[in-house]
């Protein structure tokens, strides 16, 4: 299955809209992790408007596709999603992080329709996305399980920890996803703690491990059409991204990991974004 | 007197829970045949999940379970299900708040001859800080059954803390657990000793001796350790005055702790609490490290003693 022109000239349009949502509810919140959510959201984007079977009247359907944030911290990209696929109102977003919203600074299922698990702590959601994947295979429920994690959050050992657990039950009905922008909050990975060879690594744990532009919708595509094609163990899209994607001065700098714009940086960046 | 393994019949009631309950799963960390979950594994291969050595994953493993409509069993040593998987037990079970049910065995410092790093004597601690959390040590094997049973029917995170040996049986057959419920098992005047796991039984025996001497004390089975009794323990203090707390647990955060929580904001009387001093533990047989750690019955009449002079 290839998808149409239009259909990609669409998700970019709701990409485009999705970032300038990014930047906006941050920079209201006065804090929030713009950098990390830009990288992602082509990715998310192309999963919740083109990939996935869901409801956003019926945030709970059993036979839902599942998405796990496990990088929490880039939930501006998950809400900014989920508001525009209709799971709670666009304006909620200049709630975000404040007393009583339904949007936490880390995801919260309690608080967020649409949100599948509460995270924040790193490492943690490929464990849970087998536990999704295990059970949809135990019940022959055919459901797709996605998992995004971060790069700097495979520096986790859990995370390795369930990458033998996704071979070693060959779930090949759980794709996850690395947003690689090569960016952790203290700098670069490869001078902290360097992840390579990552593709190997994945391999060697028994997946199929692919390497996509995250920023392409295309290449996303493809990658989950090939996650779909791979039978008898799971796959991984390590999708080499850009931190602060589509911001000419947020690319690329460690700084806007856990920072939001000033509103002079916004209004520039939302200039870039029209 | 009858002798009962908490983890033999924990891993019994599991296959009967089994068969009643085909949404059952059971996780374990490479430990099913000292936990028992082995019973499990060989009725219902498909399941039952073995995790390796893999402690954290274990419990991430157990939430995705539980969102996706299971009911996950998921069990190893104390030390290693509170300890190494307490992170992902706060982040991915009690702040989502999901229905996962975790079944310790070798709580304690009665694990003997293993030392200092397979003992457990903080879990409670570790597990009653958390919200939405429930804690539970039953006293023996037959409370072990009930309270396995019932915590079914109780949604939210669970932590259940069993032992290595086997315990003597201090409840009868009819007994009925109920979950955030103390049981009376001795009616006394002078002192309430309120008690959890192993040391129920350590206190009739203290109770017993202190009889000879003409003091009258109270035993009360404390096996949910939260939502603590607050109502049993404010009248044992109204009624006697003096309270003494016993736990196979250090003495800083556990049973002794969550009682003093209650007396000392509605009822003050003197407290004594029995426990591990703030040590690490060592090898020996479980005999032994009871005796060593003065966790008998004697220690425990020597202290209601002091408790009294305190009156």
């Known amino acids: ?274 | 007197m009858e002798m009962l393994g908490t983890r033999d019949v924990y891993g019994k009631t599991l296959v009967e829970l089994g068969r009643e309950n085909e949404n059952i799963v059971v996780l374990d960390a490479d430990l099913a045949s000292s936990t028992r979950t082995s019973y499990f594994a060989k009725e219902f291969p498909h399941r039952f999940f073995n995790m390796g050595v893999s402690e954290q994953d274990l419990i991430g493993t157990a939430a995705g379970l539980a969102l996706a409509g299971k009911l996950p069993f998921v069990s190893s040593f104390a030390i290693f299900l509170a300890g190494k998987g307490w992170e992902p037990i706060r982040q991915s079970i009690c702040i989502p708040n999901l229905d996962v049910k975790l079944v310790a065995t070798h709580g304690g410092i009665t694990v003997g001859e293993d030392g200092a790093s397979h003992h457990s004597t903080e879990d409670f601690a570790l597990m009653r800080v958390l919200p939405n959390m429930t804690v539970i040590c039953p006293a023996d094997g037959v409370e072990t059954e009930k309270a396995i049973r019932e915590i079914v029917k109780h949604r939210g995170p669970t932590y259940v803390r069993l032992a290595r040996p086997k315990f003597p049986v201090v409840l009868d057959h009819t007994y009925q657990f109920q979950l955030g419920r103390s049981f009376t098992l001795r009616e006394g005047k002078d002192l309430t000793m309120i008690a959890t796991g192993i040391m129920v039984y350590n206190c009739l025996r203290a109770a017993e001796e202190l009889d000879k001497e003409g003091i009258s004390a109270a035993v009360v089975n404390m096996s949910t350790l939260k939502p603590i009794d607050v109502p049993a323990i404010a009248r044992a203090a109204r009624q006697t005055g003096a309270i003494l707390t016993a736990e196979e647990h250090s003495v800083i955060g556990g049973l002794g702790s969550a009682v003093a929580e209650v007396v000392s904001q509605n009822c003050p009387v003197p407290m004594k609490i029995i426990g591990v001093d703030d040590l690490f533990g060592v090898s020996g047989n479980a005999d032994k490290l009871m005796e060593h750690f003065r966790l008998t019955y004697p220690y425990i009449v020597e202290g209601a003693r002091q408790l009294l002079g305190m009156k």
Request: hydrophobic share 40%; net charge neutral.
């Open chain 1, 1 to 274: 299955m290839k998808l149409s022109r239009k259909k990609i000239e669409e998700l970019k349009e709701t990409a485009r809209i999705c970032r300038r949502d990014i930047l906006r509810m941050t920079t209201l919140a006065a804090s929030g992790h713009p950098g990390g959510s830009l990288s992602c959201i082509d990715i998310l984007v192309t999963l919740f408007f083109a990939r996935m079977r869901h409801n956003p009247r019926q945030p709970k359907w059993e036979g839902r596709d599942r998405f796990f944030l496990s990088k929490g911290h880039s939930c501006p990209a998950l809400y900014a999603v989920l508001s525009r696929a209709g799971y709670f109102p666009v304006e909620e977003l200049d709630t975000l992080r404040k007393l009583n919203s339904i949007l936490q600074g880390h995801p919260d299922m309690l608080y967020t329709p649409g949100v599948e698990v509460s995270s924040g702590s790193l490492g943690q959601g490929l464990s849970i996305g087998n536990g999704v994947a295990l059970a949809a295979k135990l019940d022959r429920r055919d459901i797709k399980v996605y998992v995004m994690m971060g790069d700097g959050e495979c520096q986790e050992g859990m995370v390795w920890e369930a990458a033998m657990t996704s071979a070693q039950h060959k779930l090949d009905n759980l794709c996850a996803f690395v947003d690689y922008n090569r960016l952790q909050i203290d700098g670069w990975i490869d001078d902290i703690k360097s992840l390579e060879p990552l593709q190997l690594k994945w391999e060697s744990f028994g997946w199929k491990a692919l390497i996509i532009d995250g920023h392409s919708i295309e290449e996303i595509w493809e990658g989950l059409m090939e996650a779909d094609r791979t039978k008898g163990k799971p796959t991984v899209c390590i999708a080499r991204t850009v931190k602060g994607k589509g911001v000419s001065f947020m690319e690329n700098q460690a700084k806007y990991h856990g920072m939001a714009l000033t509103p002079e940086e916004l209004s520039k960046a939302l200039q870039e974004l029209e």
